[in-house]
């Protein structure tokens, strides 16, 4: 319905939630009960207060290198409860919302943010693959998953995430285009937040729109408002739906901005003028779902401060976990590599404990020599 | 089970066979290996006998196949994937340094990417430009790829399983100049060569030669040369360049006193200079004479007139037993 | 004109000539008179003799592998004749025909694929790049030339070819990006000759044509009948204005047939039925011009004849020319690696040539050892 | 002119916008280098100089960059281009080896490709995964490139220019962990270090210490301490890669009879590999004690936490100079 309807060679975008709460009532999908959408709100809120926690931990040192996700909520948590837990999710590096929402716990997401490989040691049963920092190869990951599926003639699909730089990528022209000779049942959610670290989408391509790429690989392409939990969920849905009948994979453009830096090591204001971003901050996911569920008499700052006390414990302990997390010994560090270690790295691995015992011994010592 | 006398291409062709008879999981894709059978015809018959699902062309694509062959194996499937050519395959190194070579570190060991690329390698041919290089050790020196070559069938077969088999991603290097030189017995049965292990394919006591690939039968022919000289040649067989099996050539050398590590692949930075330095390092004072390297030349591969010039031969190879000898 | 008309997405296809040489008068362009269509013709019947010839010489051992032409002549001398002889030529490797309009000598040609380095040095002044193998990989660098122009405020422009295969691969996608983004003066000729090796073009990509793949990179793309001189001459040119014109790149889908193997190395009967290539056979971009030319009493028996057995002395030279051009030497090899031999380069041509002596006293001596 | 005390990359900087004063030519593009002045502010400001005809941002995609750098390059223009981070440069890597190294070869010298590839290496500052790795041997091992790494702001101004003005494709690696490690004077001048040009650092006659780029400062700092063990090191910085300058390594080994080789990057096939082979061959006799290499392991690199485990550092120089004088 969204995906035919919708033609982003005419510049149509689906929103279903506007700015200011109202919603398109022929547009909402039934399953998004208040109660439903209480609940979206909810892992909204807990992922934003997570990342200012993260963002708070990294200027006093305790974290390292970190990429904000605040403005882009909805996107992921909307896209994410679109499908089913035994789907994958192939996430770039800036979807701690949507992995968290498909089972990543939060302590391994700060974990990997901290620089302990145990970040992205994926729990068992839990479909994600861990970020993917070189930018747009993770997308033909998501191709392969979802084909293996449908090899085995299972109902298993993927959705993977990327952002509007990826898109300049060869990489994601090869896995569009597998996706599209293969039918694969791959959800491409293209994270349009404006800016590729300084770049902006329009230094990035000279198409209008990223979703018109689709039209490339004979698959449907559709602009999505990303700041919209609704319309993310509903198109993603249709998307999943299309994916698992057999008819093939989708790309959707959720239309989205970065409210933050690009990563903590950043600086964005070298390249953006503060009056841009004030512009998208009424358009923020968040405000428009209280505003929502105030209508529906979901939303009051009590409740708010309520959740936020809650939450705020719960990141406590998620802070003290990690950094009380062992960092990786060097056994962990040689014994992943391969299933077995190499003769090579048996020996490297003597020698560096060799190292660290002379280490130790010198540095109690007091001298070094 | 009988034997049969094939060529590579065809000890190749039987592994696959019958890794995809036992193993449901293994699908063989990449440009042309479908209906074509492969512009080698390595994958010849493998669609008719196992249907378009599981032998298929993919788009030209490399990087493509790579990095959908990660996602499959990361979801249970085998794939063994067909790079056409190696001088093609740094379109798909991104995929293999970042992701393939990685996932088990990155995740510890959640997920794993147990897939063998094959690629044709090598000279010798005449074939045309960019379809004779020998990149091996850019793969080699990548932690987490094994990488193996073998040179005659019955090895191929035998590495072919092992790698099919084999719990990490397994780069199956083919001499492409071997492919139809020579045949040789493969039994029908199931069997392995393990992965990581030279083989000493000649004993004899005067000098080792090392070699890969085609360079094994210069070795053998120059061995052959060397001993109506005099001279005694115990030929490695490395098989496996990673993980190299320092302990079976460094023993041959302990003993011999005297190497010659012989490749294709342009001398500077070459494979032949781990070989070299840990044989110096791990022998010193064992060592008669300094290792000699056998190598092409740090020059683009020469088209077909002329690639000759840069290929390591027997005479090159005799040549440089006599001056190890002298 | 052609480029807006004519729509890939509605299937569109530019044709001015048909199969039986009649032609569509309001589109054939002025300057294409009977006597330019003579020359054209000449020189695709002149690549079409060589071709053949090659192959002849290829089949008796004195060639290398070769990839044959045949049925895509009119692609490429209409294409070529819309450019001037300053702008760049970037071919794959099947544009012999193109290439030699372009100024390259037919026995640099023939010594290419011969396996002599001397056949990919292009002579001074002739703005064409050697051939390229890696599929795909050229277009990025007619990118790059046209840029230059583009730069230093020169007119210059730069004509890429490339297969239907070509398409697939991710420097494709980022070349025609960058040429997006830059407005670069190039235009992109994909030959479709609806093979890449074995893999028919149906399994190269899902979309039903190429051109409409420039979409994604907001640039004009346009479908053609791919052996219709007069219709690539057209749209090439109409390309060409364009670019020179500052308005940027254009994506061609030449629709044409690879009448014979792959190269001589390959045989495609064991991917495509004999009834599939007779179906192209009337549709030969040469049968069409002859009976055109034949309409407009230039072309009859006698000056085919007369033609052919000029063009066959012609062709009789350069054989010869290229069976007595001497091979590379060593210094040649290790020459041109860099502007400097390294002193690692220097040792090792002072070893092959002590070895190459060595060989050849051996081999006087009659033995090796 | 007056010197400046300059961090390494305001030396890059300076070198960066006096070539382009001096040449209209030279183009300077990749990925954040406009309007940001690049990820690490190594081409600050040059955008607002030259305008954004002469230094502008591309997108996102290695392989676009390089490949049309080779077209620019041909076609008479002096592209210097970034890759963000060496971790992504396979990205590119079959257009360097494809197309950047072989141009003139196989155009036998009719086009050439001078260009300058810049791009951050090795680790150190803790940043994320792919961001620490050290290629430096995948480059190097290929006819056709140069492969230079500066290991002062002094040197890196120099190489840069030398690089700037190569008639060849140069690959200018910037060693990211000495980026703002310390500053030194650096002339306003025009001037060049020249490439394929090792330097001694400083003189010693019991061991050489052979390091590029980071290392140069671990060596240096090893040197001091063993100089309070009495033990006297010389020191080269390699500066060049490819062409590796063996006659300066050569010369200072053949005085000392020790030599040990540090580098980050993984030891097995790693660029110490052709060095220590080469110095065994070459000096065979003449070493009093094998080659140390005191490299990077044979793994994946690890991420932040707990990446010095990997990192060769002062320590383990000075274990190894120990070990080889014992
Ligand atoms: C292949 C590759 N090249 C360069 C980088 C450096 N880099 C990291 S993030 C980034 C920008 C990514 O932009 P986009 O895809 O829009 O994602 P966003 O950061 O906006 O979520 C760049 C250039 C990288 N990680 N990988
Ligand atoms: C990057 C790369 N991969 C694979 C090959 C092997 N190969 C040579 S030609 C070819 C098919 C090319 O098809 P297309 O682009 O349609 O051009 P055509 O041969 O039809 O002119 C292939 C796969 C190659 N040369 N380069
Ligand atoms: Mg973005
Ligand atoms: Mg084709």
Redesign the interface.
């Given at each position: 319905m969204f995906l035919d309807k919708f033609d982003p060679?005419k510049g149509q975008m689906v929103q279903i939630l506007d700015e200011e709460g109202n919603h398109k009532e022929d547009l909402l999908p039934k399953e998004l009960t208040p109660e439903v959408v209480k609940g979206l709100y909810e892992k909204i809120l807990f992922v934003r207060l997570t990342n200012e926690r993260v963002l708070k931990l990294q200027r006093q040192g305790r974290m390292?290198?970190f990429a904000s996700i605040r403005g882009q909520e909805a996107c992921q948590i909307g896209s994410e409860y679109a499908i089913e837990k035994s789907d994958?999710i192939?996430p770039a590096?800036r979807e701690h919302g949507a992995i968290w929402a498909h089972g990543v716990p939060m302590d391994k997401v700060l974990l990997y943010w901290?620089?302990?490989?145990?970040g992205?040691?994926?729990?068992?049963g839990v479909n994600v693959?861990?970020?993917?920092?070189?930018?747009?190869?993770q997308?033909?990951?998501?191709?392969?998953?979802?084909?293996?599926?449908k090899?085995?003639g299972e109902k298993q699909i993927?959705v993977t995430y990327f952002g509007d730089?990826?898109t300049?990528?060869?990489?994601?022209?090869?896995?569009m285009?597998?996706a599209?000779?293969f039918?694969t049942p791959t959800i491409f959610i293209c994270q349009n937040n404006q800016y590729?670290?300084?770049?902006p989408r329009s230094?990035?391509?000279?198409?209008?729109t990223l979703a018109?790429?689709a039209?490339?690989?004979?698959?449907p392409g559709v602009l999505v408002d990303g700041n919209d939990l609704f319309a993310m969920y509903a198109v993603t849905k249709e998307a999943a739906d299309r994916a698992r009948r057999g008819d093939g994979a989708t790309l959707i453009e959720a239309y989205t901005y970065r409210l933050d830096d690009h990563t903590t090591?950043?600086d964005s204001t070298?390249?953006r003028q503060k009056s841009e971003v004030e512009s998208w901050v009424p358009r923020d996911p968040m405000t428009r779902l209280q505003k929502y569920l105030t209508k529906v008499k979901i939303w009051n700052q009590k409740y708010e401060d309520e959740l936020k006390e809650k939450f705020t414990k719960e990141i406590d302990t998620i802070v003290e976990k990690i950094e009380s997390a062992p960092?990786?010994t060097?056994e962990?560090?040689?014994g992943?590599?391969?299933?077995q270690m190499?003769?090579?790295?048996q020996k490297?691995?003597e020698y560096?404990h060799s190292?660290?015992a002379?280490?130790a011994t010198?540095t109690e010592g007091g001298t070094?020599? | 089970m009988a034997n049969q006398v094939l060529t590579l291409v065809q000890a190749v062709n039987m592994g696959l066979r019958q890794e995809m008879a036992r193993d449901p999981g293994v699908v063989v894709y990449g440009e042309d290996v479908g209906v074509e059978g492969g512009v080698f015809r390595v994958t010849e018959g493998l669609q008719k006998e196992f249907g378009e699902k599981r032998c298929f062309d993919s788009p030209l694509s490399e990087s493509g196949i790579l990095g959908t062959a990660i996602g499959l194996a990361i979801n249970g499937m085998k794939p063994v994937v067909e790079m056409q050519f190696s001088g093609f395959f740094f379109e798909c190194f991104a995929q293999l340094m970042c992701h393939a070579a990685r996932m088990r570190n990155r995740s510890r060991g959640r997920f794993t990417v147990p897939l063998v690329i094959r690629t044709p390698i090598g000279g010798g041919i005449k074939a045309l430009e960019h379809h004779s290089e020998s990149e091996e050790v850019y793969m080699a020196h990548l932690p987490g790829i094994k990488v193996v070559i073998p040179s005659t069938p019955f090895d191929a077969k035998g590495l072919l399983i092992a790698a099919i088999r084999d719990p990490d991603p397994v780069i199956f290097l083919e001499p492409k100049r071997l492919y139809r030189a020579f045949k040789q017995e493969v039994p029908e049965e199931d069997y392995f060569i393990p992965i990581g292990k030279a083989s000493i394919i000649q004993e004899g006591s005067d000098i080792t030669l090392i070699a890969w690939g085609a360079m094994v039968r210069e070795c053998w022919e120059a061995a052959a040369e060397a001993k109506k000289l005099g001279i005694s040649c115990e030929i490695v067989d490395v098989r496996t360049i990673s993980p190299l099996d320092l302990e079976t050539i460094t023993a041959s050398v302990q003993k011999t006193g005297r190497a010659i590590v012989v490749h294709e692949a342009c001398r500077t930075f070459g494979a032949g200079a781990e070989i070299s330095a840990s044989l110096h390092e791990n022998l010193f004072g064992v060592l008669k004479k300094p290792v000699e390297r056998v190598t092409g030349f740090d020059i683009v591969v020469p088209m077909a007139r002329s690639e000759d010039k840069n290929m390591p031969d027997e005479f090159r190879v005799l040549e440089a037993i006599k001056k190890v000898m002298a």
């Open positions: 060679l390292g290198t994958w192939v590096f901290r620089g302990n490989e145990e992205s040691h994926i729990p068992d693959l861990p970020p993917s920092i070189p930018v747009g190869s997308m033909l990951h998501a191709v392969g998953l979802s084909w293996a599926a090899m085995r993927a730089g990826a300049s990528e060869g990489d994601f022209h090869e896995a285009n597998f599209g000779v039918k590729a670290i300084s770049v230094n990035q391509t000279a198409s209008k018109q790429k039209i490339a690989y004979n698959m090591s950043d070298k390249y960092d990786q060097l962990q560090l040689f992943y590599t391969y299933a190499t003769p090579q790295q490297q691995l560096v190292i660290e002379a280490r010198a070094n020599g | -």
